[in-house]
């Protein structure tokens, strides 16, 4: 009775189907890498300010400093291409160990140019690495925990955000300050050799083989299938998203700096908001795995875009004196306000960049690397025309608010294009024709 009980609690929480030994050790070793590159994502957003102030960059250039970070993250196709030459789990140790060593090299940059070109390359590692990891996950689980296995791996990934958020306020005000965290990120190029019996080489997945015998004998199911036309599709959802909603997330921190937020309270937040964002992209991923990745994708694109609103158009101050019998409670609403916000935009932000990376997949089976290089690329260049973007508004608009308001408009045309657009997997054009 307490197992049965047990299992119907848990069940939520499992693939839809069982995993063996492989398998689980494959999505450990994944998630492993994506707690490091989570920690190395969150840095730079968090040190902004100081890396600012230490570097001497002008205010009306943060935005270009991180449009130039990013912009570097387009070189990450052709990184993927070594996958011809290397295979996907041994490119996948390489860039590792290789954003490793460029994250702990950014400690030592003396200038602003030089920081942005270790950020860069680490940057072009990372994407590339993304990318990688997906398809290998995608590769080796069967397709009904396809968005369990992207979505576990976004979830636990999380604990490198809340890694850099606890040592924040501890390091950032040392004489070493912003450095010291990312000398941290060494460490990943030590753990290779303890992922690499974890990710040997492996065969394409039985899905992938299936829907390819399928489409050879059967001349209607491949009439039905239109995988580049809806990769097309998807990509300009994740360009449009990405040019608003990725860049108002790398300015959180530093607009919650610039409006009186001290940094131990940023961090506060921050680590409140890991813990409950936690379960964010495999509970949205198992969900996409129910009830199908446009529908799920949807919902987080618009509820993702109402959160960014919140964070930036909430009042600076509202205080809310409370005084009934032995109560008395005396808070700044907006701070609640502000924090709610930032933790419902961190929670679709994650859960959307996971689900359409499945679908990605889902749409090109034959050719997943393709398919997730293409999204992710269009992820990039959002979110590099999104910071330069930012930039400009900001000379116009005369505020960082305002101009990430204005930014916006592109989500909500992206909600528009993902409701109408025709998107098709090719499992479903294969079951249309049956």
């Not at 000379?395 to 101009?403: E, K, Q, T």
Request: glycine fraction near 10%.
């Amino acid at each position: 009775m307490l197992s049965d009980f047990f299992a119907r609690l848990t069940s939520p929480f499992r693939p839809a189907e069982r995993l063996d030994r492989g398998q689980r050790r494959l999505v450990l070793a994944v998630v492993a890498a994506a707690i490091f590159i989570q920690y190395d994502a969150g840095l730079f957003s968090l040190v902004l300010p100081y890396v600012q102030r230490d570097l001497q960059v002008p205010e009306g250039q943060v935005g270009v400093l991180g449009g130039l970070i990013r912009a570097s993250a387009l070189g990450s196709p052709l990184i993927v291409l070594l996958t011809a030459r290397m295979g996907r789990r041994t490119l996948l140790l390489c860039l590792v160990a290789a954003y490793s060593l460029t994250t702990g090299l950014t400690a030592l940059a003396p200038n602003a140019w030089s920081f942005v070109a270790l950020q860069g390359l680490t940057r072009a590692l990372i994407s590339a690495e993304v990318m990688i990891a997906i398809v290998v996950l995608l590769d080796g689980l069967p397709r009904r925990a396809w968005g369990w296995g992207v979505g576990i791996d976004g979830s636990l990934g999380t604990f490198g955000l809340g890694a850099a958020y606890l040592i924040f306020p501890w390091l950032v005000s040392s004489p070493s300050g912003w450095r010291t965290l990312y000398a941290i990120g060494l460490v990943p190029a030590l753990a290779v050799f303890v992922w690499r019996r974890a990710l040997l080489p492996a065969q394409p997945g039985a899905f992938q083989s299936e829907v390819a015998d399928r489409l050879s004998h059967d001349p209607e199911a491949a009439r039905n299938v239109r995988p580049a036309a809806a990769i097309v599709w998807l990509a300009v959802v994740a360009l449009l998203w990405s040019v608003s909603v990725t860049s108002a997330w790398v300015f959180i921190p530093k607009y919650l700096h610039d409006t009186g937020w001290p940094a131990r309270s940023i961090s506060t937040l921050f680590i409140v908001g890991q813990v409950l964002v936690l379960p964010a992209a495999f509970v949205v991923g198992r969900l996409s795995d129910r009830y199908g990745r446009r529908p799920t994708l949807g919902v987080s694109l618009a509820l993702g875009v109402a959160a960014a609103f919140v964070v930036f158009n909430a009042p600076a101050h509202l205080p809310v004196k409370v005084d009934v019998g032995p109560l008395r409670v005396s808070l700044d609403a907006a701070r609640v306000v502000v924090g709610c916000g930032g933790i419902a935009l961190a929670w679709f932000l994650g859960a959307a960049d996971g689900v359409v990376r499945v679908y990605a997949g889902e749409l090109m089976p034959g050719r997943k690397t393709a398919g997730t290089s293409m999204v992710g690329t269009a992820w990039i260049v959002g979110g590099v025309l999104g910071l330069f973007g930012e930039s400009g508004l900001y000379s116009l608009l005369g505020s960082h608010a305002s101009a990430l308001t204005a930014l916006l408009v592109a989500a909500v045309v992206a909600v528009v294009v993902l409701a109408v657009a025709p998107l098709r997997p090719v499992a479903a054009a294969v079951s249309a024709a049956d």
